[in-house]
Each structure stands twice: as structure tokens, then as C-alpha cells.
């Protein structure tokens, strides 16, 4: 059974730095991985979606890659801001209609 | 706009009582999810759809029920065998059956157990 594993668990760090939130899965066989972004009390942002195919996706701050042979993620996200303030999750999916798998999150904090 | 919409935003349950979730969605997906949030804890699949009048357990299916007469929506009912319903609940879609496709989710439920 997949598991999709965070960390870290938080962080803080002052803004305008690039910052990496890692995310690895025990199954490299996915068919596609999604980051999303979680403000408190709200639903989930669908920030990223990578196909098993492809090695990134860019969008505006935020990069994201796939190493599937290393089961391996990661979300950068240059030049941060207070507003980049959120828990970041990852998901990756089988292919099969059971939906995804997720990870716990990253708390991320961007001190002003 | 096209989207997901939970109702409601906060739910309140009696000990022993049935209630229900909404989830509507205008996108024309096909695919639809329901989801439980636990803190400290990922998304844990609750049951799946994946077309109209077909719907499958997921995970932690035990104590809740589900239908799908329409394609738009997906209302889950938290039964009084559920022990511990107090969660952040979230619907979700995509278009595709499978997992090929982008997942969206709506705004969440958050019931609590008084």
C-alpha cells in the first residue's frame, strides 16, 4: 500500500527566501502526484499536478518536480511571502479510481 | 463559476443521530470523493464514485453511507454507528474515473459531535 511521507512537519522561515518542502512515497509506480495548498479551516488548492511522464511543472513562484526512481517530490517556492503562509500536501495517485494518497502536510510559516 | 460546494459549513451532531453532508458540483465530472481530515493525520478516503449510481468503499467506509442519483451530486450520511464523527470532512472531484486527472475540492464540512 502506498505512503506518502512529509517533512518536514513544519517550518518557519523569513520572507523573500526560496524555500523546498520535500515529499517521498514508497510506491514508484504512481501515475501522477498533485500539491495542494490548505489554508486553516479551508479546503484544499490544487496548486500542482505532475504526470508520472514529465520531471516538473511551473507555475508563477512555485516549481515542482518528480524523481519517480528515487520516489521523490519536491515543491520550491522562490521569493516567499507572508501570504505563501499555508500547509502544502502531496498526493499521489495509482491510476485507479480509489483516488489519492496523501501525506500529512508541511506547516509553513513566512515571517514578515 | 464552476466549482465544488460543501454544505454545510459547520454541523453540529447529538449522540446517536444521522446526519448529512452536501457536495455539488457543477464541473461535469465524473469522479467523486469524500474525504476525512483528522489533525496530524493525511486524508483518509471515505468512499468514491465514479459514475452515477455506482459508488465503492474507501478506507474508513464503516459507520458512514453514500448515494449518487445525479451526476452532480454526492451527499454523505454520518450514522449513529460512526464513534468518533468529529472531523473535518471534504468532498472532492475530478473528471476522469481514473487517476489521470486533476482532483478539486470543495470548502469542507467540520462536524462536531455535542
Not at chain 1, 506518502?4 to 517521498?24: D, F, K, M, R
Not at chain 2, 452536501?22 to 489533525?39: K, V
Request: some cysteine; hydrophobic content about 30%.
Amino acid at each position: 500500500k502506498q505512503e506518502v511521507t512529509q517533512i518536514p512537519a513544519a517550518l518557519s522561515v523569513p520572507e523573500g527566501e526560496n524555500l523546498v518542502l520535500n515529499c517521498s512515497f514508497t510506491d514508484s509506480a504512481i501515475y501522477n502526484l498533485q500539491w495542494f495548498r490548505q489554508d486553516p479551516g479551508k479546503g484544499l488548492t490544487s496548486l500542482l499536478l505532475i504526470q508520472s511522464s514529465q520531471r516538473e511543472q511551473t507555475s508563477g513562484r512555485l516549481n515542482a518536480s518528480l524523481d519517480k526512481s528515487s520516489g521523490r517530490s519536491t515543491l520550491y517556492i522562490a521569493a516567499s511571502q507572508p501570504g505563501d503562509s499555508a500547509t502544502y500536501l502531496c498526493a499521489s495517485s495509482g491510476g485507479g479510481a480509489d483516488g489519492l494518497t496523501f501525506g500529512k502536510g508541511t506547516h509553513l510559516i513566512i515571517q514578515p | 463559476d464552476g466549482g465544488i460546494t460543501q454544505s454545510p459549513k459547520y454541523l453540529f451532531r447529538k449522540e446517536g443521530q444521522n446526519v448529512t453532508l452536501s457536495c455539488e458540483q457543477n464541473l461535469n465530472h465524473d469522479a467523486m470523493y469524500w474525504y476525512r481530515q483528522d489533525p496530524g493525520q493525511g486524508l483518509r478516503l471515505i468512499y468514491y464514485s465514479q459514475i452515477v449510481n455506482d459508488f465503492q468503499k474507501g478506507d474508513i467506509a464503516e459507520g458512514y453511507s453514500v448515494s449518487r442519483e445525479k451526476k452532480e451530486s454526492f451527499p454523505l450520511t454520518v450514522t449513529s454507528a460512526q464513534k468518533n464523527p468529529t472531523a473535518f470532512y471534504l468532498c472532492a472531484s475530478s473528471i476522469s474515473p481514473l487517476g489521470g486527472s486533476e482532483a478539486f475540492f470543495g470548502q469542507g464540512t467540520r462536524l462536531t459531535v455535542v
